[in-house]
């Protein structure tokens, strides 16, 4: 009875791998997890601070579907002076920062429209375009170039029936941050065929080299870019659910259509504490990224110590993507590391065909554990 375009789209990865862990841990089993995308650190105190300020004063009821004017306004800010996005309040949509990207999809993709999507990518990229009946096409990136897009090949990969560009920087699950002048291709060549852009920048704070760059800040692209990016990442609110889109007005006008009739309008009071977010002390925000670089370098030089593994050095996000010399699929190796050594990895398989022979590590964890789960990983590795 389930419809033709659920059939149609693969279960998530990451979750898969999640739900395994929490059987075996219920089980009293002893799993070192490094399968999800989610900071272990606590919401800044500020922020909660201001939840429950707004819960006080009983902010508790529907907002606009759009948001409220003061975290649209916030927001927009943030995008122009950060980001040179040349945005206003009229320009931000309120909404979980994955909400934003299916209903991107569902707005604007029709059955057979294809999106280019440079690969390795995020798992739900591929499932949410083909619930709005299009095609994903995956473009591939390589560990040589540190996966990031070749213009070259996205163009070639155009057809009569491409209609949209995912752009994701900092990438899940390479950590790849888009350099200048491949970014700038990469938005000529969306003008030249008349295509939309999807920009993913949901961990556009979270980056130790490099600049963070938004495809709608260069000239004459803001009207055919939607930027997505949110709270989760940067601010450890992956609970809040707090996120946005920006565009032009019609594209937001048509993005809110959907938001009002699916969601309706994001919580009221995680509203509010978002603004403190956004315009609050941001000292544990920096402390936060700061933490993760640590992480990353301590990461990478106990897989360098790994044989059979090599890994690149991630200039953004929170995940390493380790290639392996193994003869064995993806989705095995990470069954096995878990079964035999306790340790929970994502499967380079479940972010599309180039991320076959390699894994996804997160680190956004703690010290303790990066090392301890390496040192089991060592030992698999050893025996493999």
């Known amino acids: 009875m389930v ?34 995308g989610e900071p272990d650190f606590t919401t800044p105190t500020n922020v909660i601070d201001a939840c429950k300020e707004s819960l006080d004063n009983g902010f508790t009821h529907y907002t606009p579907s759009l948001g409220i ?44 429209d294809e999106v280019l999507i440079p690969n390795p990518a995020w798992v739900s990229y591929e499932a949410c375009v083909r619930l709005a009946g299009a095609v994903p096409v995956f473009v591939p990136t390589y560990f040589e170039d540190g996966f990031v897009p070749d213009p070259a090949m996205m163009e070639a990969a155009i057809t009569p ?23 700038r291709e990469l938005v000529s060549i969306a003008e030249a065929h008349n295509l939309l852009i999807l920009s ?17 800040a260069y000239p004459d692209m803001f009207d055919r870019t939607i930027t997505v990016s949110g709270l989760s990442k940067t601010y450890a609110m992956t609970g809040w659910r707090m996120g946005w889109a920006i565009a032009n007005e019609d594209i937001i006008s048509n993005l ?5 009739h ?31 670089k640590q992480r990353r370098d301590l990461a990478i030089d106990l897989i360098d110590e790994i044989k059979g593994l090599d890994v690149n050095v991630p200039q953004g996000a929170f995940y390493l993507f380790p ?20 340790v929970a990895m994502t499967p380079g398989s479940a972010f599309g065909p180039a991320g076959e022979g390699f894994f996804r590590m997160s680190y956004a964890t703690g010290e303790e554990q990066i090392r301890e ?9 050893a025996n493999l």
Do not use: W
Not at 200 to 216: M, P, Q, R, T, W
Not at 265 to 286: H, L, M, P, W, Y
């Open 69 to 112: 004017p003061e975290l649209r306004r916030a927001v927009a800010e943030a995008a122009h002076n950060d980001n040179n996005i040349p945005c206003r309040g009229a320009n931000v949509l309120i909404t979980p920062a994955k909400q934003a990207i299916f209903m991107t999809f569902l707005a604007y993709l029709d059955p057979d």
């Open 256 to 260: 809110n259509k959907l938001q009002s």
């Open 3 to 36: 419809s033709q375009r659920l059939q149609n789209v693969p279960a998530s990865g990451t979750v898969a791998i999640s739900n395994k862990v929490s059987r075996l841990k219920a089980e009293g089993q002893d799993i070192i997890s490094f399968s999800m």
């Open 323 to 342: 290639r392996y010399t193994a003869d064995i699929k993806s989705s095995k190796l990470v069954t096995m590391l878990l079964e035999e050594a306790h």
């Open 373 to 381: 789960g390496l040192d089991r990983a060592k030992k698999f590795f």
């Open 200 to 216: 993913d920048e949901i961990y556009e704070k979270v980056i130790y080299e490099g600049k963070h760059l938004s495809a709608a």
């Open 161 to 183: 029936k491409t209609k949209m560009m995912v752009i994701n920087t900092p990438c899940n699950p390479t950590g790849c941050v888009i350099p200048d002048n491949v970014l």
């Open 262 to 292: 699916s969601i309706s309008c994001c919580v009221s009071f995680a509203q509010q504490a978002s603004i403190e977010a956004i315009k609050g002390d941001q000292t544990q925000r920096n402390a936060f990224t700061k933490e993760f």
